[in-house]
């Protein structure tokens, strides 16, 4: 039943023996379906591009037509994308990803209390901590691989957990978490005479809070969507993903692999960070709770319940769970009572008691039920789904595209 | 001197628990090749069997106190007192340890169901999936957890005659150190759950197959021995292992919901460190992991080193990994990939 997940495509094995150069040539028979052709590869990102733009208009109908949460639905989409570069890609599972998004959070705090309310500057700089943080875990933790590389990530994000908890609370503040306050010092913008001592993060003199904010993380939003595009198509992307059919015969090959996994985790370290950085940039405000591991645990069930390995899979995961997070914890049983109130009296309460320990502070259950339900039912996540039904419909005319879903 | 003994003594009984975790943890990974992150929830789950036995127990009937006689007071006697006196009283407060009684069918039957409802569909496949489906099983069990028992922790209390504290010093022949009595009860109890599994794994023709299934698990089925259903057990067993150790955690750290959590990423740590599917090695690294943990809160090493204590067992297992990949006493074989 694994099969679409851990092999992504039986075409690959086709192309493995090739040498880089002849991998290079993009329309080579052996990598049909896995590497598209640009066209369509832009047509894509062009909707892509569109629906997240639009996302105030379409998703107002559920009730998600507001910033705050367009917001989260964009930066955890980069979080994901860029968990899906090392996971999706190559194979490797980190169970520590959070560790970067907090990093990247950090950074982004300091930047704007000693140099300036930009936003550009703090994710910039965002980017690179995490970076180099994931330079520094992935370099000692890509010695390992399976259940041990998870591990070992694991034990780095809890080690920086545990440590911004307490020897590095000078830097991260500890339990009351990093804020921007109107005493910080600000370098730049009191250089330029630009503070007004509000403490709102700007873009350039425009104030990213409310549909401003959500704007600018839309456009990196697809930013990062179209880069990780750009990877999956290029060699090195290739070589992420021959890595997680067979690693062993890269090795006999005579390729090294871990370059390519170290360059991939650091990538999706960046990722991490920026998406870490923007959460910054939405709510000036860093606190170690975004390394805990459940926070790593989040964004893998993100990019399995959208569809790993897959390139629109992580962002519509992100989404999907960010909204039902936000109305599944903001259900109480009044609004239960008024949700069943056109059944008969009997039936409504019985109805209440049976969901009220999913919604509200019970949010987790339904989390858990649904990591079970989807890596149970659906390994392929959203996307493998919407693959299996679209198949139905394509079988007679023998495409090749459902081929991957036929291991079923 | 006396601080180092102290804190040896400390370490002993956290790493009980770890090894006691980290000795599930690998039977079930030697013998099923099941990766379970719910390990920690078994424990979490075997604490609450302790609370819910002695809720059990101190079921009571209000009466009027006739002690207060300014206004109406009333307290709470359970009704094991009311009906045989000082045995029913006796009964209450060693409810921590009768509560083994129960826990012992209770976590069995939740390792069966465990394993024959949802781990045996995970066999074929990627450890990946067995890591996210047993991680999301662990976050269901804790929040079925929270929804009954509420989310603060929950004081237990030991056995009257066992919460003073005894004279090690004595023993020693050092100078005078006392400590707590229940954590060495503690200790002597893990220590004799790990014998009572290794003289089971050893000693009994089950544990013989258990063991030949470890290493061979094709051979031992070609053999016509109904593997599936002897590892079924193994679980269960583990299972058991796991909440017992919950069951007896109980007076030394309050349980609440994300106990499970906490224990559970320290037990992966220790299985690793002591060699993945290596039982020796994850009872020697449970102990030695839970010594070094109390030795580095000294304050003299924290002076040293600030933060070491919060750190330490994540830093050696990466050391461990990194010069000795397999673990301390992992096999060759086991996990290579």
């Given amino acids: 039943m694994s099969q679409s997940v851990m092999t992504p495509d039986k075409n690959m094995s086709k192309g493995m023996g090739r040498s880089p150069a002849e991998s290079q040539a993009p329309k080579g028979e052996g990598l049909r379906g896995f590497m598209s052709s640009s066209r369509s590869d832009y047509l894509m990102l062009a909707i892509f591009a569109l629906a997240v733009l639009t996302m105030p208009i379409w998703l107002a109908p559920i009730g998600a037509g507001y910033p705050d949460i367009l917001q989260k639905f964009a930066i955890f989409g980069i979080f994901a994308l860029g968990f899906n570069i090392l996971f999706g890609f190559s194979g490797y599972l980190s169970f520590g990803h959070a560790a970067f998004l907090g990093t990247g959070s950090y950074a982004a705090v300091w930047m704007f209390k000693l140099l300036s309310m930009n936003a550009v500057i703090a994710l910039v700089f965002a980017i690179v901590v995490a970076g180099v943080f994931a330079l520094f875990i992935g370099y000692v933790s890509l010695r390992r691989s399976g259940i041990y590389f998870s591990i070992l990530t694991l034990a780095f994000a809890q080690m920086s957990y545990n440590l911004a908890y307490s020897v590095l609370t000078p830097i991260t503040n500890g339990e009351t978490g990093l804020q921007v306050a109107g005493s910080d010092p600000r370098v730049l913008d009191r250089m330029f005479g630009g503070t007004d001592g509000r403490g709102v993060p700007d873009f350039f003199g425009m104030e990213l809070q409310g549909w401003p904010g959500f704007y600018f993380c839309a456009i990196l939003l697809i930013l990062a969507f179209f880069v990780t595009m750009r990877i999956r198509n290029s060699t090195f992307g290739l070589m992420l993903f021959a890595i997680k059919s067979n690693q062993n015969r890269m090795n006999y090959t005579g390729f090294a692999t871990r370059p390519y996994l170290l360059a991939a985790f650091v990538i999706s370290g960046m990722y991490a960070g920026l998406a870490g950085g923007l959460l910054a940039v939405t709510d000036p405000l860093a606190g170690a709770d975004r390394m805990q591991w459940t926070a790593s645990g989040e964004v893998v069930l993100m990019t399995i319940l959208g569809g790993v390995g897959t390139l629109l899979g992580p962002v519509i995961g992100a989404a999907v769970m960010k909204y039902l997070e936000q109305i599944f914890s903001s259900f109480n049983e009044g609004v239960l009572n008024r949700a069943f109130d056109f059944m008969p009296a009997g039936l409504q309460d019985f109805m209440v008691t049976i969901i009220s320990p999913f919604v509200g502070d019970g949010w987790h259950l339904t989390l858990g039920l649904m990591f079970m339900l989807v890596v149970i039912f659906l390994p392929g996540g959203i996307m493998e789904g919407v693959r299996r039904v679209s198949g139905r419909f394509r079988r007679d005319r023998g495409d090749s595209s459902t081929r991957s879903s036929a291991g079923h | ?337």
């Fill in chain 2, 1 to 337: 001197m006396d601080a180092i003994i102290l804190q040896i003594l400390n370490g002993l009984d956290k790493g009980g628990a770890y090894a006691l975790i980290a000795l599930g943890l690998t039977l079930i990974f030697g013998t099923l090749g099941v990766v379970n992150f719910a390990h920690g929830a078994l424990f979490m789950l075997g604490a609450f069997c302790a609370v819910a036995f002695s809720r059990l127990l101190t079921i009571s009937e209000r009466v009027r106190d006739e002690s207060v006689t300014f206004f109406e007071a009333y307290k709470e006697i359970p009704y094991l007192t009311l009906w045989y006196g000082d045995t029913g009283q006796t009964i209450v407060d060693w409810a921590v340890p009768l509560s083994i009684v129960l826990a012992i069918p209770v976590m069995v039957l939740i390792g069966f169901a465990m394993e024959r409802g949802l781990i045996r569909f995970f066999y074929k496949r990627s450890h990946a999936e067995q890591i996210l489906v047993t991680f999301g099983l662990a976050i269901v069990l804790q929040e079925i957890v929270k929804y009954f028992f509420g989310a603060n922790p929950i004081p237990m209390t030991a056995p009257p005659a066992l919460a003073g504290s005894a004279d090690i010093g004595a023993l020693l022949g050092a100078s005078n150190i006392s400590y707590p009595m229940w954590r060495i009860v503690y200790f002597l109890f893990s220590l004799s759950i790990i014998g009572l599994v290794f003289a089971f794994l050893q000693m009994t023709t089950f544990g013989m197959v258990v063991r030949a299934g470890m290493a061979d698990r094709e051979t031992v089925g070609l053999l016509g021995i109904n593997i599936g259903r002897k590892f079924t057990i193994v679980f269960g067993i583990a299972s058991a292992v796991a909440g017992l150790a919950g069951v007896m955690y109980t007076p030394i750290l309050a349980p609440n919901y994300h106990l499970g959590m906490d224990f559970l990423v320290l037990s992966f740590v220790v299985v690793v460190v002591g060699g993945m599917g290596s039982l020796p090695g994850a009872v020697l690294a449970g102990f030695l992991l839970g010594i070094l943990q109390s030795l580095a809160s000294m304050t003299e090493i924290k002076a040293i080193v600030p933060g070491i204590d919060q750190i330490i067992i994540y830093l050696v297992a990466v050391v461990v990994l990194l010069v000795r990949p397999r673990g301390l006493m992992g096999r060759r074989g086991v996990m290579e990939a």
